[in-house]
């Protein structure tokens, strides 16, 4: 992995992983405009303006297919000003047909089928409700075609609307699969993969699906859902915060253009009226010199004023609003001049400032008459008093609909660009963090100690990563690496000072054993040759599968190790019984015996000492039992079957069958066919069955064994 031409190779192929997806960008935007010019100059009833979008999205996936849509709407948004809000249904295009494409249902024909009717509903019907929303129908289309069959059948507009709109989109959906069906197909398969957008930042790794959905059956709440929550709450509290900021702009917008229009009409209002006549207009109406020119003005300028819904000249008095002049509306007569119509409960606190002939600031109330904006001019007489005002009320209910159709407006232009976000963030998250950390993670958890080869492994397994996001998470990865090479080579340093110590161990062990066994002057090799009896029937179960849930590598090695003590307690036992040239005396033989008991005396204060050499145990079960007998005939203590420790049955065999072929100054050995069926005559009673089987089986190897020692005795005795 170090190696530096290796490194290039994989730049270089990291670099062709960003370069093809841009580049197929660039062909799926080509073919999105370049359909919707083709249907444009054909007159053809069709859109195609998805063709890239769909095929970028299946060959690249989410990033490539939400960035051909989003790009597409807003080029063709410099033409036709609306396609910026239908981004939310290109978007959702190139959302679906990832989401299949992985699934691997469009290699199926009834998938297939089902995603044609899928995206006609994303693009016929909401698509539909978007224009229907933002009132960009032409009522034209009720008198024509699919439209005006289902309007004449009794669906209504909306469900005529809805119904034609999707039967429409699902024909151009089905020509666009179509299509893209063709360009797949002139695109070699085994091409397919390198346009999918990756961005690896490490050797890439799979990492097996039972692995995944083992993790998911615990309930963890992934980094990835995490980053993905936080990113959701993040940018719909940003989205909701910028709509709300723009509509409250908006409103106050609105309101201050509102109030310019009323003060605009109002000084024009004030302007017509005669001051010096007002009383005259109040008492005499119509039949006062000037009031029907006055009134024609006034007319005029209100059906020349938009969204002005009344206009009227009032004298404010403490009793109520007198009447001047009060223009009719549509569906509303004006008052008659004189009436005194009552203060709306809005204006009260500016009555003070009406009856002092003040100016006051437009009102926005919701009272007796709707919505309304108001404004009162001021007009004075010839000595400068003000006797009335001109009065201009703007209807404010149209804004409702205007802040609506805003909110509207900038949801649709934000969930574009946020389920790019999603994407955008999605992906760097994977190939940044997420892979990274699992490769990491899982690579861990691959790791094995058995031997030097599988710690040596874990490191080559770590190294072979090869991350490098350039950021915190490659310098957890390298400190990650170094600190693994690093506990291997303790690790290795380590074993092999516990092998020095382990076979210092077994040294002092067979010199301790040696130092007791030659007080006894006719045993010779016996705890070497015994121990080496022990490993060959030891292993010998394990190969035939007997007490296999006991026969561990551990276990034999801990009965090997432990064979050379099994006589330790005859260091209590008196040279003279030991040396005896004849056949013990029972009191003498009652004596010998104790050595079982003084030898796991003797181990127990060891392990009391050094609790941590655990192959003692053994040892003390194989001292102090090695002497008990299948049939429960056996001392110390007359244990009988598997109460016997296993690793003292193992041991009976093999020290039994050492005494036998032995020489000792009370008998001479057997012939090592006799031996062998002393041992088959016993098994059952004496030994355990299995065990002695065990032991019969591999003859040859024992029989080695003997010979080999024999040799060396033979040989000390010549020199």
């Known amino acids: 992995m170090n190696n530096p031409e290796y490194k290039e190779v994989i730049t270089g192929s990291r670099r062709r992983q960003l370069l093809l997806p841009l580049m197929m960008i660039l062909v799926g935007l080509v073919l999105n405009i370049g359909g919707r010019v083709v249907v444009e100059a054909t007159g053809l009833m069709l859109y195609l303006d998805t063709v890239g979008t769909v095929l970028v999205a299946f060959l690249g996936g989410y990033v490539p297919g939400i960035a051909v849509a989003l790009i597409s709407t807003i080029i063709n948004n410099f033409s036709d000003g609306v396609s910026i809000y239908y981004a939310p249904v290109s978007v959702l295009i190139a959302v679906i047909t990832v989401f299949f494409s992985k699934k691997g249902y469009l290699k199926k024909i009834r998938f297939m089928i089902l995603y044609i009717f899928v995206l006609g509903l994303i693009g016929g019907g909401l698509g539909g409700i978007i224009t229907w929303y933002l009132h960009f129908i032409d009522q034209s289309v009720f008198s024509t075609g699919l439209v005006s069959f289902l309007y004449n059948l009794g669906l209504g ?14 024909l151009d959906k089905a020509v666009t699969v179509i299509i893209v069906r063709i360009l797949l197909y002139l695109i070699p398969r085994r091409l397919w993969s390198r346009f999918e957008f990756v961005g690896w930042k490490q050797e890439p790794i799979t990492i097996p699906k039972e692995k995944k959905s083992g993790e998911k059956a615990k309930g963890r709440w992934t980094l990835n859902a995490k980053l993905m929550t936080v990113l959701v ?9 910028c709509t709300s900021v723009c509509m409250m702009l908006f409103r106050n917008y609105s309101t201050e253009q509102h109030s310019y229009l009323a003060q605009g009409v109002a000084k024009m209002a004030s302007d017509i009226v005669d001051g010096d006549r007002v009383n005259d207009f109040i008492d005499m109406g119509s039949a006062a010199e000037g009031y029907e020119e006055t009134e024609k003005q006034l007319v005029n300028l209100y059906k020349n004023s938009q969204d002005v819904k009344y206009v009227y000249v009032y004298k404010i008095m403490s009793d109520g609003c007198h009447v001047v002049f009060d223009v009719d509306t549509e569906g509303l007569a004006g008052a008659e001049p004189g009436e005194v119509i009552p203060f709306d409960e809005s204006f009260m606190v500016y009555l003070p400032s009406l009856l002092a002939g003040k100016r006051i600031d437009p009102v926005v109330s919701r009272d007796t008459y709707g919505w309304l904006l108001t404004y009162y001019e001021p007009i004075y007489d010839s000595s400068g008093s003000c006797v009335c005002y001109a009065g201009v009320d703007i209807d404010m209910s149209g804004l409702r609909t205007y802040e609506s159709e805003f909110v509207f407006k900038a949801i649709m232009i934000f969930a574009g660009f946020i389920m790019l976000l999603f994407a955008v963030a999605s992906w760097f998250a994977r190939y940044h963090l997420v892979l990274p950390i699992n490769a990491m993670s899982y690579a861990a958890g691959r790791f094995e100690y058995e031997d030097e080869f599988a710690r040596k492994n874990n490191v080559e397994i770590l190294s072979q990563l090869d ?20 506990s291997t080579r303790f690790f290795e340093e380590n074993n092999e000072k516990m092998e020095k110590i382990e076979a210092m161990q077994n040294s002092l062990i067979l010199v301790l054993a040696d130092m007791v066994e030659n007080r006894d002057e006719g045993t010779g090799d016996h705890v070497r040759k015994t121990a080496a009896y022990v490993g060959i029937t030891a292993r010998k179960m394990k190969e035939l599968g007997y007490y296999k849930d006991l026969m561990t590598d551990r276990f034999i090695r801990d009965c090997i190790r432990s064979a050379p003590l099994h006589d330790i307690g005859k260091i209590s036992v008196s040279d003279v019984i030991l040396n005896k040239p004849g056949r013990l005396n029972d009191m003498e033989f009652e004596l010998m015996k104790e050595h079982t008991t003084a ?6 204060q060891v392990i009391a000492a050094m609790p941590e050499a655990d192959y003692m145990e053994e040892a003390k079960n194989v001292a102090g039992y090695h002497h008990e007998k299948w049939d429960g005939s056996g001392y110390p203590e007359g244990l009988a079957g598997e109460d016997i420790p296993l690793s003292a049955r193992i041991m009976a065999v093999a020290d039994v069958f050492d005494a036998l072929v032995s020489k000792r100054c009370y008998k001479d050995s057997f012939s090592y066919e006799k031996a ?17 089987d065990a032991f019969l089986k591999c003859e040859k190897e024992v029989t080695e064994v003997a010979d080999r020692f024999a040799a060396r005795e033979n040989k000390k005795e010549e020199d």
């Not at 993040?234 to 915060?241: D, E, G, H, N, Q």
Request: glycine share 4%.
């Open 157 to 170: 507009e909306f469900p005529s609307w809805f119904a034609s709109n999707y039967v429409f989109d699902l």
């Open 233 to 241: 709450v993040f940018s719909v509290t940003i989205a909701t915060i």
């Open 467 to 486: 991350i490098s996001t350039d950021d915190e998470i490659e310098r957890l990865y390298r400190a990650f690496l170094k600190t693994t090479e690093e």
């Open 599 to 604: 030898g796991k005396n003797v181990i127990e």
């Open 676 to 692: 062998m069926n002393i041992i088959k005559e016993e098994a059952g009673t004496h030994f355990d069955p299995l065990v002695a």
